[in-house]
């Protein structure tokens, strides 16, 4: 079946327990880039971004930035388009802020993990909700 896709292998990876220094890596990129993100972009064009997690690849040259977005739907809908569009000047923009041996390839997606965090908080208060009294 040949070799999983890029990012299959860069989720696998995140998963896995990282080390102290791929951690730090990581936490440096979330914050330069998050940084770069709101200089470059207008709130009107993407909504509201949020780098929400960085999942580095073990060798420094790959990683996977996790999104939160707070906007429109068509925002919503554009937004990971277009920061894929801007990656590379986004990434040359990091290399220029950051000290690496390599500068990260970097992928983008929305990452809605606090939607479904609201959706399950959602659902548990209508389990615990009292039952109005029955006349």
Same mark, same amino acid.
């Given at each position: /079946?040949?070799?999983?896709?890029?990012?299959?292998?860069?989720?696998?990876? @995140? $998963? /896995?327990?990282? =080390?102290?220094?791929?951690?730090? +890596?990581? %936490?440096?990129?979330?914050?330069?880039?998050?940084?770069?993100?709101?200089?470059?972009?207008? +709130? =009107?064009?993407?909504?509201?971004?949020?780098?929400?997690?960085?999942?580095?690849?073990?060798? &420094?040259?790959?990683?996977?930035?996790? /999104?939160?977005?707070?906007? $429109? !739907?068509?925002? %919503? !809908? *554009?937004?990971?388009? &277009?920061?894929? $569009? *801007?990656?590379?000047?986004?990434? /040359?923009?990091?290399? @220029?802020?950051?000290?690496? !041996?390599?500068? #990260? *390839?970097?992928?983008?997606?929305?990452?809605? =993990? +606090?939607?479904?965090?609201?959706? +399950? &908080?959602?659902?548990?208060?209508?389990? *615990?909700?009292?039952? #109005?009294? !029955?006349?």
């Amino acid at each position: /079946m040949g070799e999983p896709p890029l990012f299959y292998s860069l989720i696998i990876e @995140t $998963t /896995m327990e990282p =080390s102290r220094r791929l951690e730090r +890596v990581a %936490e440096l990129l979330k914050r330069e880039l998050g940084e770069i993100i709101r200089r470059e972009f207008q +709130v =009107s064009q993407v909504g509201l971004l949020n780098v929400n997690r960085v999942g580095v690849a073990r060798d &420094l040259k790959s990683a996977v930035v996790f /999104m939160g977005f707070v906007g $429109t !739907k068509e925002q %919503e !809908k *554009h937004a990971p388009a &277009l920061l894929q $569009t *801007h990656a590379a000047r986004l990434q /040359m923009q990091l290399g @220029t802020n950051v000290s690496l !041996k390599f500068t #990260p *390839h970097l992928k983008f997606v929305l990452d809605d =993990s +606090v939607e479904k965090g609201n959706r +399950v &908080l959602q659902i548990l208060d209508e389990i *615990h909700r009292p039952e #109005p009294p !029955k006349v």
